[in-house]
């Protein structure tokens, strides 16, 4: 059974960083999605097995990078210039999937952490 554990949410005020990682029982295609109060769960960023091509929703472009070391079968999710309108559970994922721009969908992933929550004060 894959088992996924997430770290690093926590408060912080506007403008600051966070980072966020994610510990897998194996090596997958992973991706960072994320849901606040009220709304449906959102993409924010994914990377392929290999680490080597990645995706961001737009609204977080340049501000949050994601990343992986594959010997610790981790993934990062290092956020900068967080923003109010950031505040939300924030979860990982793992597909079976290597690669691809399917990565951004939700239904694509078989199995989830359970959520970090990560509050950007103003």
């Known amino acids: 059974q894959v088992q996924l554990v997430e770290s690093g949410g926590g408060l912080v005020q506007a403008g600051g960083s966070l980072r966020l990682s994610c510990a897998a029982s194996?090596?997958?295609?992973m991706g960072w999605f994320r849901q606040a109060p009220g709304k449906e769960r959102e993409f924010v960023a994914a990377i392929s097995y290999s680490g080597g091509t990645t995706y961001y929703a737009d609204f977080v472009k340049g501000r949050f990078t994601i990343s992986r070391d594959n010997a610790k079968n981790t993934v990062y999710l290092q956020m900068n210039s967080l923003k109010p309108e950031d505040t939300a559970v924030y979860y990982c994922?793992?597909?079976?999937?290597?690669?691809?721009?399917?990565?951004?969908?939700?239904?694509?992933?078989?199995?989830w952490g359970q959520g970090t929550q990560v509050t950007v004060s103003s």
């Open positions: 994922a793992a597909t079976d999937l290597k690669y691809g721009t399917s990565l951004r969908q939700v239904r694509i992933y078989d199995y």
């Open positions: 194996g090596r997958y295609a």
